[in-house]
């Protein structure tokens, strides 16, 4: 695996190394020592889905409040996504700050996002399924979000124009609130 350090600390960018022949290829996606060599955690307690059958379906921006905080591994099964993840992390350097980066079942890349983050995603193709590893179980209490289209964060969507979005999501509150 090819482990890529975003510009907000703690979060990588993994890309599978596969081994192919004339049958397809073979790649591993998790391995706790090449996790622990770049201090990511590799154990996950949960897993789960996101089927979206419309472009430009956009969730997030959710988040686990402490002390239920959680890294998560997300990759696309089928379909692509725009990723995005924002810094909450008090004192730091990035904090209130986002990266964005495209997952799609063709490229294979993974996004590990550590404790501390707020993650949403927008699909960008039909038919799309992304899936989620995390390290703690979810919380209904300590659920968490932030507007997707807080001008404080300033994400800058590839669909802003065609955004289907829960009235939950559209009403969670901006950075400052």
Do not use: C
Request: glycine share 10%.
């Amino acid at each position: 695996m090819i482990f890529t350090q975003t510009p907000l600390a703690g979060a990588y960018v993994i890309e599978i190394e596969p081994l192919g022949d004339a049958r397809g290829f073979f790649a591993r996606t998790v391995a706790d020592k090449e996790f622990a060599a770049h201090g990511l955690i590799a154990s996950f307690v949960q897993q789960s889905i996101s089927w979206n059958p419309q472009p430009g379906t956009l969730r997030g921006l959710h988040y686990q409040a402490a002390p239920h905080e959680e890294d998560k591994l997300v990759r696309v099964t089928r379909g692509a996504i725009f990723d995005v993840i924002v810094d909450l992390r008090r004192g730091s350097a990035t904090r209130g700050k986002w990266f964005g980066v495209e997952l799609s079942a063709d490229n294979h890349r993974q996004l590990y996002i550590p404790k501390g983050f707020a993650h949403g995603f927008q699909t960008t193709l039909p038919d799309t399924e992304i899936s989620y590893q995390m390290t703690a179980p979810f919380h209904a209490k300590a659920a968490r979000g932030l507007r997707w289209d807080d001008p404080a964060i300033g994400i800058d969507w590839p669909a802003a124009a065609q955004v289907l979005i829960s009235d939950k999501d559209r009403a969670l509150p901006g950075l400052g609130e």
